[in-house]
């Protein structure tokens, strides 16, 4: 089985753009969580899409929002880019109801400068 | 507010030895625990996971003890190997919120020869 991909590895962006992010769950799984890394913070979570719906959601501002396709592909976005959203974004699939181990992608490296 | 805590940010240990990361949580309403281990540039790798209602699992050179009443668990690794160098982090689910992991900060486990 293909393993969660996400697509762009890297990325710089300008403070004030907009950017999105692509992730493909392993097949089979339904859900798809987004987290973000930073040295600071650590990985916090920032949302959880399950069938297409946002299921749990946590405390970034509304400058981050996701979406989940049909296929069970995800994307995040972030408008109006600010320095500290510098951070390795990560994506993890999970089959959603009946098993609890979610398994990551390898990440985005976004850079705003 | 951390409620899965690493108090050891590093851990260095001979070749050969066994290797113990512990974690503390504060949520009694956890269901479920995960370990995983992050190489850098690189998404969590899932190791080994424990029920709430277990006290140990086993898996390989991997063992998980959970001590409910501490709030504490424990990954143990026998034998340790230099590729097993790597940054671990413990994970806690609770049922209510299945997709979303709280994370600790990690441990740098460090073998050497």
């Known amino acids: 089985k293909a393993g969660v991909t996400q697509t762009p590895r890297y990325l710089i962006k300008t403070r004030g753009q907009q950017v999105t992010l692509s992730c493909s769950p392993i097949s089979g799984h339904r859900s798809v969580s987004w987290y973000q890394q930073t040295p600071g913070q650590g990985l916090q979570f920032l949302f959880e899409y399950f069938s297409e719906t946002q299921r749990n959601k946590g405390n970034f501002p509304g400058r981050f929002s996701g979406r989940q396709f049909s296929n069970s592909r995800s994307e995040m976005n972030v408008s109006t880019l600010e320095l500290g959203d510098s951070a390795l974004y990560l994506c993890?699939?999970?089959?959603?109801?009946?098993?609890?181990?979610?398994?990551f992608g390898p990440g985005t490296r976004l850079t705003v400068t | 507010d951390q409620q899965v805590k690493q108090n050891s940010p590093s851990l260095s240990v001979q070749e050969g030895r066994i290797s113990i990361l512990n974690c503390d949580y504060t949520n009694s309403m956890f269901d479920y625990f995960l370990w995983y281990k992050k190489y850098p540039a690189e998404g969590p790798t899932f190791l080994i996971s424990?029920?709430?209602?277990?006290d140990k699992n086993e898996d390989g050179r991997f063992t998980v003890f959970l001590n409910k009443s501490a709030k504490h668990l424990s990954l143990h690794i026998v034998p340790s190997q230099p590729g097993d160098s790597a940054v671990y982090f413990c994970a806690a689910i609770r049922g209510s919120t299945l997709g979303r992991l709280y994370f600790g900060r990690g441990t740098q486990l460090t073998v050497w020869p």
């Open positions: 993890a699939s999970f089959q959603g109801t009946h098993s609890y181990e979610q398994y």
């Open positions: 424990i029920s709430s209602i277990k």
